[in-house]
Structures are given as structure tokens and as C-alpha cells.
């Protein structure tokens, strides 16, 4: 199993841009499909972003879609979430997680589709 760092987390007015990275170590990380998700306070975690092994599929949830960016460097072991237009709402641990080989047809991804994660990095959007 691969493992997982986050890093880049901060605190950001509203409108403002962050970038999050997740540097992966332990396997071959082109075996892996990456996604983002995001756990506000109060609320379940929350799919964001998904990347395929490949790189060439990305998916959004529809609420970041024109937002949030997810791309990944091979040859960096890393994926990174871009945040542009930031809002107070996106406030929250955000955490990346990873499963070999996984997509899904309906590109409805759950926590339980990828079995390795990050610790999590907190963002903090002001108003």
C-alpha cells in the first residue's frame, strides 16, 4: 500500500487560492488512482476529486467543478488539488487518498473506494 502526505493546508479570505499537495511513498504510485476529499466540521468526509492512475480522467464534485483542479506529477509521486474562487463553505480537513487501478463507471466515489490516506490538512476560508 502506498503511503499518503498532505501539505499546503492554510488560512485564506474568501476569493483566494490555495494549493494542497499529497506526496505518496511505499509503492508505485502509476499503479494509483488519487482523489481529494473533504470533511467539514460536523459533517461526514465528502468526495471532491478524483484522478485516474493514467492521469487522462478526472472527475468533480459538482459543487468545486470550475473551482478546484486535480493533477498529479509522476515523477514527483505527487497529486495536487489547485483551489481557485475560494469560499467560506470549502472550510475543512481535506484529505487525499489512493486505490490501485480504481475507476468507476458512474464516477460515484466513496470513501470506501480507495484504501490509503493522508492525515489530512485543514483549510480555513474567511469571510
Known amino acids: 500500500q502506498v503511503q499518503l502526505v498532505e501539505s499546503g493546508g492554510g488560512l485564506v479570505q474568501a476569493g483566494g487560492s490555495l494549493r494542497l499537495s499529497c506526496l505518496a511513498s511505499g509503492d508505485t504510485f502509476t499503479n494509483y488512482a488519487l482523489g481529494w476529499f473533504r470533511q467539514a466540521p460536523g459533517k461526514e468526509r465528502e468526495f471532491l476529486a478524483y484522478?485516474?492512475?493514467?492521469?487522462?480522467?478526472?472527475y468533480y464534485r459538482n459543487s468545486v467543478k470550475g473551482r478546484f483542479t486535480i493533477f498529479r506529477d509522476d515523477a514527483k509521486n505527487s497529486v495536487y488539488l489547485q483551489m481557485n474562487s475560494l469560499k467560506p463553505e470549502d472550510t475543512g480537513v481535506y484529505y487525499c487518498?489512493?486505490?490501485?487501478?480504481?475507476?468507476?463507471?458512474?464516477?460515484?466515489?466513496?470513501?470506501?473506494?480507495?484504501?490509503?490516506w493522508g492525515q489530512g490538512t485543514q483549510v480555513t476560508v474567511s469571510s
Open positions: 484522478i485516474s492512475w493514467t492521469g487522462t480522467q478526472e
Open positions: 487518498a489512493a486505490a490501485r487501478f480504481q475507476y468507476r463507471v458512474d464516477n460515484n466515489y466513496r470513501e470506501s473506494d480507495f484504501h490509503s
